[in-house]
């Protein structure tokens, strides 16, 4: 069994797979990343190795203190990848979406691939039928916006998230949604549109943790997936250890 863990930007998410079954998904915050995973350890005896993706700010220390228990692997940009990368600065490419267009590309093979990530930030990963990954963009995710309109402003409140009920606000609060989700929906959409036109045909996989949320919103079709980081995680690690 292999424990695969996420170091998001935001939350640390987790998951135990035995091949390609997942058992149990875990969620929570970086204070309380070695209790946790102490805690999966114990529930699930058999796991052998650590699988580790980290965008966040999490000391590596955190998780070599299991190195006498289990095998650790991070995953870095040394590693083999099932894609040809084309980004100009390959060595500061997020490692999440690496990962991310490592899993599009072993899950839907010889086809193009648009991935968007809606987590902290919501990321576009474009990889073509040829396995080359070309790029795609990062941008504020949904609870950012509401966050930098509250802290870069004198008279903005701190909203948490709620559909608004028009796209012409009729309050502060009613402004400050249409403005932030109606905003967010027309984005990801121009943005797929902006595809299609360049590629006639290509699947999209929604993920990260606003998908529930945006599945239901978007008028493109998609595959809405809010564990596909976790299961490419334990797949890019399955290539890794086949090709190294
Ligand atoms: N319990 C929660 N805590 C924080 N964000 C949540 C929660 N539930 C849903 N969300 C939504 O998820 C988004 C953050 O996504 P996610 O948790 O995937 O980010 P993350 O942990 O930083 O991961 P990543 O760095 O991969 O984006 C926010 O925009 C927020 O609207
Ligand atoms: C964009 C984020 C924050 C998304 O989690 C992460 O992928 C990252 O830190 N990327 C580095 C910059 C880049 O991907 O080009
Ligand atoms: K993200």
């Known amino acids: 069994m292999i424990l695969v863990v996420d170091v998001g930007n935001t939350r640390i998410k987790a998951a135990v797979f035995e091949g390609a079954t997942l058992f149990e998904i875990f969620v929570f915050s970086k204070m309380e990343l070695q209790k946790n995973i102490e805690n999966i350890l114990e529930k699930f005896q058999n796991v ?9 700010d999490v000391e590596k220390q955190s998780f070599l203190d ?30 999440d979406r690496m990962v991310l ?17 809606a987590g902290t930030c919501i990321t576009y990963d474009f990889i073509d039928e040829k396995d080359n990954y070309l790029g795609g963009a990062i941008a504020p995710g949904l609870r950012l916006r509401y966050e930098a309109l509250h802290n870069y402003t004198a008279k903005l409140p701190l909203l948490s998230f709620q559909s608004p009920e028009d796209f012409i606000g009729n309050s502060t609060s009613e402004s400050i949604h249409s403005g932030v989700v109606n905003g967010f929906v027309y984005e990801i959409d121009g943005f797929i549109d902006e595809y299609k036109a360049r590629y006639p045909n290509f699947i999209i996989i929604l993920t990260g943790g606003d998908t529930d949320f945006l599945a239901k919103r978007l008028k493109n079709t998609i595959f ?21």
């Open 101 to 117: 267009a490592s899993g599009a590309t072993i899950q839907f093979p010889k086809q193009n691939r648009l991935v968007i990530d």
């Open 48 to 56: 052998t190795d650590l699988v580790i993706s980290s965008v966040g």
């Open 66 to 95: 299991f190195k006498k228990v289990l095998k650790v692997h991070f995953i870095s940009h040394e590693d083999s990848f099932p894609f040809h990368n084309c980004y100009a600065t390959p060595k500061t490419l997020g490692i």
């Open 224 to 244: 809405a997936n809010s564990n596909f980081l976790l299961e490419s995680l334990n797949q890019t690690f399955q290539y890794k250890i086949k090709n190294d």
